[in-house]
């Protein structure tokens, strides 16, 4: 009688093919750059649509939640970076 994991993710890592988490494959270090490219193009957005409100091109309201959307962006980020450089402490405490 064969007994196999039921997770497909184990079966994955059995196999010599690696885990598959919520990733696609990325690497977190693509990960990360595309994150900061993204927080990158919302800021520059809210920042064309605020000197087209300043100008009377564009809604005042749509400038204001997009500089909204670029600063939780933001904000994200930073507490993903705090989140690493706190995981790096922790690693680095750790004894041999």
Known sequence: MKIG???PNWVN???GQG???PGNGKEFGNLLSEMV???NKMQQE???KIEGS???QEDLHEAMLSLEKGSLGLKLLLQVRN???QAYEEL???PL
């Open 5 to 7: 994991a039921t997770d």
């Open 13 to 15: 890592f059995l196999e």
């Open 19 to 21: 885990p598959k988490g």
């Open 37 to 39: 490219q993204e927080v």
């Open 46 to 48: 809210s920042n064309k």
């Open 54 to 56: 300043l100008l009377g």
């Open 83 to 85: 989140k690493m450089i």
């Open 92 to 94: 680095s405490r750790m």
